[in-house]
């Protein structure tokens, strides 16, 4: 069987990684990805957390997959006894809410998960964290265990490391057609003129999803909508910082001695797509410091040392992924629309879709609450608990 997929992020490396360690030499990979820096890819441009705090059994399930990978890198993606290196901080997430009722029902899905949370009151959020302003706040939850922060490129490559050396090809161009005849892609034509054939194609372009889509007449409906991070300077130490989300869509964690801390656009707030990948550095002035200096006095003193910016891959419907194979072209599989948590859910996606395409079916996680066909009818899985 020869399988293509498209596009060389974490997703795509993850795709052929459990393709090749679930088929062997019995699959043949190839994965098609123009820049090998990953200069513009969001797994190189991320904040590289993981969080067992989500409010889906699927998205909880995956996280712990995620975190199995990161935590034993040496063992699934060591490379000839090589160590791994992704500078996998183990922390903690904390998600401050003003109305204790979406956090209460968050946690009775990650209880049923067995996921270990803590709910704290304000009072005891005080004692726990003394530098933190919690008399607005109402309830907050505090992950115990299976979080924490890497460094997202590196983990992008590490699994496409390991994915080479099992077999897996990457070429070096950009897919610029799709050959459909009917309900089966046959080929993906290579802005270098070629043509390659397979028996099944994998969308794992990331925030490009919706283009590559389009190129099989097919609509992905993800949206690259610029996510700018701050990386920050404060002269007072915060002892044991949580990642902290914010109620205002602020969230900051530590990074090395200092802060890294970004804002997400609510519902209500403008979130046009594809602006140029340049950091919005008017919103640090506007959205990030009085949201920071609120619910940490200390973070008056602030200064910001750089910034970057990169996609969100953002599936607007109810920001879970897609994935699974398209309904009018079933030898199109999807792996898109992660919103934002798509690092920590590429062993478990990409997993997944290896199964799928080798079995037919899902063998180790159910991905099926996240397939294309709940998009098509409109039919919402809603996370609440979005960053
Ligand atoms: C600021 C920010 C913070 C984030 N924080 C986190 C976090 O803390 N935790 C987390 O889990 N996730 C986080 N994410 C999300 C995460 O980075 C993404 O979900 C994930 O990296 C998606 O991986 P991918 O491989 O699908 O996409 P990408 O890494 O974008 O890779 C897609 C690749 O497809 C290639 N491509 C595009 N078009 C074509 C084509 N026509 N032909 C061939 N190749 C093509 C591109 O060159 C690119 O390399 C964050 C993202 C951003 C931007």
Same mark, same amino acid.
């Given at each position: 069987?020869? *399988? ?25 990979? @190839? ?21 067992? @705090? ?24 060591? *490379? ?19 109305? #204790? ?57 590490? %699994? ?22 009917? =309900?089966?892609?046959?080929? =993906? ?10 028996? #099944? ?10 283009? *590559? ?6 609509d992905v409906p ?6 700018? *991070? ?31 801390? #970004? ?22 002035? @506007? ?13 008056? =003193? ?13 599936h607007?419907m109810d920001?879970?992924?897609i %994935? ?10 999807l792996?898109?629309g ?5 690092? @920590? ?8 879709? =290896? ?16 397939g294309c066909e709940r998009v098509l009818a409109k039919r919402p ?7």
């Open positions: 069987m020869k *399988v293509v997929v498209i596009g060389g992020g974490a997703v795509g490396s993850a795709v052929a990684l459990f393709l090749k360690r679930l088929g062997g030499a019995d699959v043949a990979v @190839q994965v098609i990805e123009p820049d090998p820096t990953l200069r513009q890819a969001s797994s190189a441009l991320s904040a590289g957390s993981i969080r067992q @705090q989500f409010s889906n059994a699927v998205n909880v399930q995956m996280s712990r997959f995620g975190h199995e990978l990161l935590a034993q890198a040496d063992e699934w993606l060591g *490379v000839d006894g090589a160590p791994v290196a992704l500078g996998f901080v183990p922390g903690a997430y904390l998600f401050c809410a003003t109305d #204790a009722d979406a956090l209460l029902a968050n946690h009775r899905v990650q209880q049923a998960e067995g996921v270990a949370v803590a709910l704290l009151t304000p009072a005891e959020l005080g004692q726990r964290f003394a530098w933190l302003r919690c008399d607005d706040l109402a309830l907050a939850s505090l992950g115990l265990a299976g979080e924490g922060w890497f460094d997202g490129e590196a983990w992008a490559r590490a %699994i496409a490391h390991k994915a080479r050396s099992l077999g897996a090809q990457w070429r070096r161009a950009k897919v610029v057609g799709l050959e459909r005849r009917g =309900a089966r892609l046959q080929a =993906a034509v290579l802005d270098d003129g070629s043509r390659v054939e397979a028996d #099944a194609f994998v969308n794992a372009a990331g925030p490009w999803a919706g283009a *590559v889509g389009r190129l099989a007449g097919l993800v949206h690259a909508r610029r996510r700018t *991070v701050f990386a920050l300077r404060c002269p007072t130490a915060l002892p044991q910082t949580p990642l902290v989300v914010d109620p205002s869509g602020v969230w900051f964690r530590t990074e090395g001695a200092g802060f890294i801390a #970004a804002w997400s656009p609510g519902p209500d707030d403008e979130d046009p797509d594809d602006l140029p990948l340049e950091p919005d550095l008017t919103q640090f002035e @506007q959205k990030l410091w009085p949201a920071l200096a609120h619910r940490v006095p200390a973070f008056e =003193a602030l200064r910001v040392s750089r910034a970057w910016a990169g996609y969100y891959e953002v607007a920001h879970n992924a %994935i699974g194979p398209h309904p009018d072209c079933p030898n199109l599989l792996a898109n992660f919103s934002g948590h798509g690092l @920590q859910h590429a062993p478990a996606a990409g997993r997944g879709v =290896a199964e799928w395409i080798l079995h037919g079916r899902y063998q180790s996680i159910d991905l099926s609450a996240l899985l809603i996370e609440q608990a979005i960053i």
